[in-house]
């Protein structure tokens, strides 16, 4: 397997610009976590997602970010309007089931001008 | 949420030499995680250890559950070593430590 793929590996946007972040799990896979890293705050939590349903958004910093995972195989963290605070390395990562061994991918630097 | 710390923050190592990096965590996990971040920002799975103690090369890890605590070994340390070693504690959703910044010098 591939591992974990994400795209774009870099984004430079606009302040005020839509942003999109896709993910690829790792094939049979039930769990997606949507992970942000920054300087100051480290590594969050954004979402997680089980079996497609998402299970807990409370990392979701503002009505700006919404996440989907529309099947088992692809998700996406989009970010409207964008702003410059935004600007970070997101990363997703997956494991077989809850509370099993976790693998990243290799995240998006996003940057927000 | 779970509190989870790593100590120490910061580590400067010559080449050669061991060192034992430490993960506190506040209340009961399922599973616990190494992770090294290489200095290209990605993070690579070391040890996925729960309990006890698991071995790979010149790393090892142990973890005492019913103490909350879990450790790393790095023996005979090289320079691609270098980078920062986070631990991550799972409860239902994974929290990460604020990290380990190693720096191997020749």
């Known amino acids: 397997d591939a591992g974990v793929i994400q795209s774009p590996r870099h984004e430079v946007t606009e302040m005020g610009q839509e942003v999109t972040l896709r993910c690829k799990p790792i094939?049979?896979?039930?769990?997606l976590f949507w992970y942000r890293q920054t300087m100051m705050r480290g590594l969050e939590l954004l979402i997680y997602?089980?079996?497609?349903?998402?299970?807990?958004d409370s990392g979701m910093p503002e009505d700006r970010f919404s996440a989907k995972m529309p099947n088992a195989s692809f998700s996406t963290l989009k970010i409207q309007p964008s702003e410059p605070r935004d600007s970070a390395v997101y990363f997703c990562?997956?494991?077989?089931?809850?509370?099993?061994?976790?693998?990243f991918g290799q995240g998006t630097r996003l940057t927000v001008v | 949420g779970i509190q989870v710390e790593q100590s120490p923050p910061d580590l400067i190592l010559q080449e050669g030499a061991n060192s034992t990096l430490r993960c506190n965590f506040s209340?009961?996990?399922?599973?616990l995680q190494w992770f090294h971040q290489n200095p290209w920002g990605q993070l690579i799975n070391l040890f996925y250890?729960?309990?006890g103690t698991k071995q790979n090369g010149r790393l090892s890890a142990t973890t005492v559950a019913t103490e909350r605590y879990s450790l790393l070994y790095i023996s005979s340390s090289q320079t691609t070593d270098s980078g920062v070693y986070f631990c991550a504690v799972d409860f239902n959703k994974f929290y990460f430590g604020s990290g380990t910044k190693l720096n191997v010098k020749p």
């Open positions: 250890i729960p309990s």
């Open positions: 209340d009961s996990v399922n599973n």
């Open positions: 990562a997956s494991t077989e089931t809850m509370n099993t061994e976790a693998f």
């Open positions: 094939s049979g896979h039930n769990s």
């Open positions: 997602f089980n079996n497609n349903v998402p299970i807990d």
